[in-house]
């Protein structure tokens, strides 16, 4: 099936670092690409929605220039998360649309864990 | 109101038990349902897709009523690696992100 591999699964920082997330669909195009944000004990949030060549939709609340998203390929979706403070700890998934615009199946990338010193 | 909303449990069961969870909607266009499964610090995996008619997976019934904007899901003969987080997920419409519920935790013990 449909996978979407993400890099790196967790990662440590300073605060005031930048860190970036990659997210690779394999063996398949991902036109679209979602990015979740998950607090312990919370829900995903949507963060943002990612379309091959052109700019990421996001949504109320998150800070497009804090959370830089590049979409510049059907395979690849990063997520930078700059100058990194200790409330941005927290885990980032991707999810990519598997198949033509109008499916609902998605599949997720394994999750990356942010903790931010 | 949240867009979906879950009783978060936690679920705490005996092997061989019965379980149901249940989770409301608030936007009545929506179009997709869903039920995920989440384990500790892991990425949420489809569990079953939710139809209206009510659908059956081997232990797993899950039911819709769009009248009520009510989803269930129901466990039967719970196994000890059922334990997980299960997520109510709603979309509104084909190719838009879909839109989980914060979850309802299941511990089944031996």
């Known amino acids: 099936g449909a996978v979407v591999s993400q890099h790196p699964s967790w990662v440590i920082c300073k605060s005031g670092t930048s860190v970036k997330i990659e997210c690779r669909s394999l063996?398949?195009?991902?036109?679209?690409m979602f990015w979740y944000r998950q607090f312990p004990k919370q829900s995903l949030m949507l963060m943002a929605t990612?379309?091959?060549?052109?700019?990421?939709?996001?949504e109320q609340g998150v800070e497009k220039d804090k959370f830089l998203i590049n979409h510049a390929s059907l395979t690849l979706s990063t997520l930078t998360v700059t100058s990194a403070h200790p409330e941005d700890s927290s885990f980032y998934i991707c999810?990519?649309?598997?198949?033509?615009?109008?499916?609902?199946?998605?599949?997720f990338g394994a999750g990356s864990r942010l903790t931010v010193l | 109101r949240k867009e979906v909303e879950q009783d978060p449990g936690p679920f705490n069961v005996p092997e061989g038990a019965t379980v149901a969870f249940n989770c409301t909607y608030s936007?009545?266009?929506?179009?997709?349902f869903f039920w995920y499964r989440q384990d500790c610090r892991k990425e949420p995996k489809l569990l079953m897709s939710?139809?209206?008619s009510g659908n059956e997976d081997g232990r797993f019934t899950a039911q819709l009523n769009r009248a009520s904007q009510y989803i269930s899901l129901l466990i039967r003969d719970s196994k000890l690696s059922d334990s997980a987080t299960y997520l109510c997920?709603?979309?509104?419409?084909?190719?838009?992100?879909?839109?989980f519920g914060k979850g309802t935790t299941l511990s089944v013990s031996s």
């Open positions: 063996d398949f195009q991902a036109t679209t």
């Open positions: 936007n009545s266009a929506s179009q997709s």
């Open positions: 999810s990519a649309r598997v198949g033509y615009r109008d499916t609902n199946v998605l599949t």
């Open positions: 990612s379309n091959e060549g052109s700019k990421a939709t996001y």
């Open positions: 939710v139809y209206s």
């Open positions: 997920v709603v979309n509104a419409q084909a190719g838009t992100a879909l839109i």
